[in-house]
């Protein structure tokens, strides 16, 4: 049997990203994925990612600034379009903790950014209508990756650097070098697990504390398109409710969704409809905030969320077995990373220095409930208010 430098599991943004980085530094890879690349059912599907710098956290806004030049890098490589920066909007309030901690960062960061209020806001970006007490961030390094042909072209990659992809191959079962498939068994000297919402199912000891939730993107199309295309209308997040969206791209619509609001399902038998809870929520957020346009709802598409307590990454060592590398980018804001995250991963994997703190994305850390760092639902403002 060949035995190979290190098997991926999981052919999403982090296995694709760690597949083709260990392959670009000449170790053999083999790629498993379960379904085919790409495919619906777990996280890295669809048209677009938001790609932001404006975190409320210094570490993130620096690997987003990292992360810019290895996405620039793949394009160049590849000849292929995948991140397409036009600006980006925060929206919150005087005192809204995970608002004034994002322009904190971005300060501390140095990142480029215009601090407006809601009168300058309605006037750069007339299709908003929003309360008087509300501001935003306008950050010119905001954009869209797009998830479904960036794990494409990152596999692409991947084999043209010598490594295999075999699609429609099941990890059964997996013991310190010898994985098992209904394709039959294979060796590593490394694995890593990048099985997004599966990785509680292939690493049980870690289900008690991630959570797999199914969350929804809503395609609302407005009469007038033209004044919601990228270069008149940015990405948003508003960090009230937690509602974020997109301009027209890909499809004839606005998209938008509701962070972490979905409920936590089994990625094997979860369904495929978007709650309509979410969709009404959807709708009334944006008949609130652009009430300009009649908003119709053309599509809605389902994802998954493999959240951990703490929002955090995870990148660590299997607890019982240090050839065994656990990687899950997610609680739904890895994809914009993903092009770094393969990086890090392999320099972990190859015991070599990453400038980067890798010990928030360590088990105990990214397992810590503890105060919710990240932008969250725990964050909202306590009257609830959406
Ligand atoms: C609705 C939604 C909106 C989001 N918005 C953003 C955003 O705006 N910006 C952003 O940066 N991020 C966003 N994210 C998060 C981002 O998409 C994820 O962080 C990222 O895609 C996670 O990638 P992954 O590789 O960990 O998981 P996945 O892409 O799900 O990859 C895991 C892969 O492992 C495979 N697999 C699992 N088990 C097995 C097995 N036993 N054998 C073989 N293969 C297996 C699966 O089939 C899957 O292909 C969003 C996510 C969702 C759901």
Same mark, same amino acid.
């Given at each position: 049997?060949?035995?190979?430098?290190?098997?991926?599991?999981?052919?999403?943004?982090?296995?694709?990203?760690?597949?083709?980085?260990?392959?670009?530094?000449?170790?053999?890879?083999? !790629?498993?994925?379960?379904?085919?690349?790409?495919?619906?059912?777990?996280?890295?599907?669809?048209?677009?990612?938001?790609?932001?710098?404006?975190?409320?956290?210094?570490?993130?806004?620096?690997?987003?600034?990292?992360?810019?030049?290895?996405?620039?890098?793949?394009?160049?490589?590849?000849?292929? =379009?995948?991140?397409?920066?036009?600006?980006?909007?925060?929206?919150? =309030?005087?005192?809204?903790?995970?608002?004034?901690?994002?322009?904190?960062?971005?300060?501390?960061?140095?990142?480029?950014?215009?601090?407006?209020?809601?009168?300058?806001?309605?006037?750069?970006?007339?299709?908003?209508?929003?309360?008087?007490?509300?501001?935003?961030?306008?950050?010119?390094?905001?954009?869209?990756?797009?998830?479904?042909?960036?794990?494409?072209?990152?596999?692409?990659?991947?084999?043209?650097?010598?490594?295999?992809?075999?699609?429609?191959?099941?990890?059964?079962?997996?013991? =310190?070098?010898?994985?098992?498939?209904?394709?039959?068994?294979?060796?590593?000297?490394?694995?890593?697990?990048?099985?997004?919402?599966?990785?509680?199912? !292939?690493?049980?000891?870690?289900?008690?504390?991630?959570?797999?939730?199914?969350?929804? =993107?809503?395609?609302?199309?407005?009469?007038?398109?033209?004044?919601?295309?990228?270069?008149?209308?940015?990405?948003?997040?508003?960090?009230?409710?937690?509602?974020?969206?997109?301009?027209?791209?890909?499809?004839?619509?606005?998209? /938008?969704?509701?962070?972490?609001?979905?409920?936590?399902?089994?990625?094997?038998?979860?369904?495929?409809?978007?709650?309509?809870?979410?969709?009404?929520?959807?709708?009334?957020?944006?008949?609130?905030?652009?009430?300009?346009?009649?908003?119709?709802?053309?599509?809605?598409?389902?994802? !998954?969320?493999?959240?951990?307590?703490?929002?955090?990454?995870?990148?660590?060592?299997?607890?019982?077995?240090?050839? /065994?590398?656990?990687?899950?980018?997610?609680?739904?804001?890895?994809?914009?990373?993903?092009?770094?995250?393969?990086? /890090?991963?392999?320099?972990?994997?190859?015991?070599?220095?990453?400038?980067?703190?890798?010990?928030?994305?360590?088990?105990?850390?990214?397992?810590?409930?503890?105060?919710?760092?990240?932008?969250?639902?725990?964050?909202?403002?306590?009257?609830?208010?959406?």
């Amino acid at each position: 049997m060949q035995t190979y430098d290190v098997i991926v599991i999981g052919a999403g943004a982090a296995g694709s990203s760690t597949a083709l980085a260990m392959a670009k530094r000449g170790k053999s890879v083999l !790629l498993l994925e379960q379904f085919s690349v790409p495919h619906e059912r777990g996280s890295s599907l669809g048209h677009s990612r938001i790609f932001r710098f404006a975190y409320d956290d210094t570490e993130y806004a620096k690997l987003a600034i990292q992360a810019l030049p290895a996405w620039r890098a793949i394009e160049a490589e590849s000849g292929q =379009s995948l991140l397409h920066l036009f600006g980006g909007l925060d929206f919150g =309030s005087v005192g809204n903790s995970s608002f004034e901690r994002t322009a904190a960062t971005m300060t501390a960061v140095g990142a480029k950014f215009e601090r407006l209020d809601a009168a300058a806001t309605m006037q750069k970006f007339p299709q908003w209508r929003i309360p008087a007490h509300w501001q935003s961030l306008y950050s010119p390094d905001a954009g869209i990756v797009m998830p479904s042909r960036a794990v494409e072209v990152m596999v692409a990659l991947a084999c043209k650097y010598g490594a295999t992809l075999l699609e429609h191959c099941v990890v059964q079962n997996l013991s =310190s070098n010898t994985v098992q498939t209904n394709l039959g068994s294979f060796q590593a000297n490394q694995i890593v697990i990048a099985a997004g919402a599966w990785l509680p199912k !292939l690493v049980p000891m870690l289900q008690a504390q991630l959570t797999v939730t199914l969350e929804g =993107s809503l395609y609302f199309a407005p009469k007038n398109l033209a004044a919601f295309t990228p270069d008149q209308f940015p990405i948003f997040i508003d960090h009230h409710s937690l509602a974020y969206g997109f301009p027209v791209q890909g499809l004839p619509a606005v998209k /938008i969704g509701l962070h972490q609001s979905g409920d936590t399902v089994d990625p094997d038998t979860r369904g495929l409809v978007v709650p309509e809870r979410m969709i009404r929520e959807a709708q009334t957020w944006l008949e609130t905030y652009l009430p300009t346009e009649e908003w119709r709802l053309i599509q809605s598409r389902t994802c !998954l969320y493999t959240n951990t307590p703490s929002h955090d990454f995870i990148l660590d060592w299997h607890p019982e077995n240090n050839t /065994i590398l656990l990687l899950s980018p997610c609680s739904g804001h890895g994809f914009k990373f993903a092009s770094y995250i393969g990086e /890090i991963a392999a320099d972990k994997l190859l015991r070599q220095p990453n400038p980067f703190d890798l010990e928030r994305f360590r088990l105990p850390n990214a397992l810590h409930k503890g105060e919710a760092k990240l932008l969250s639902r725990a964050i909202l403002a306590p009257t609830g208010s959406v």
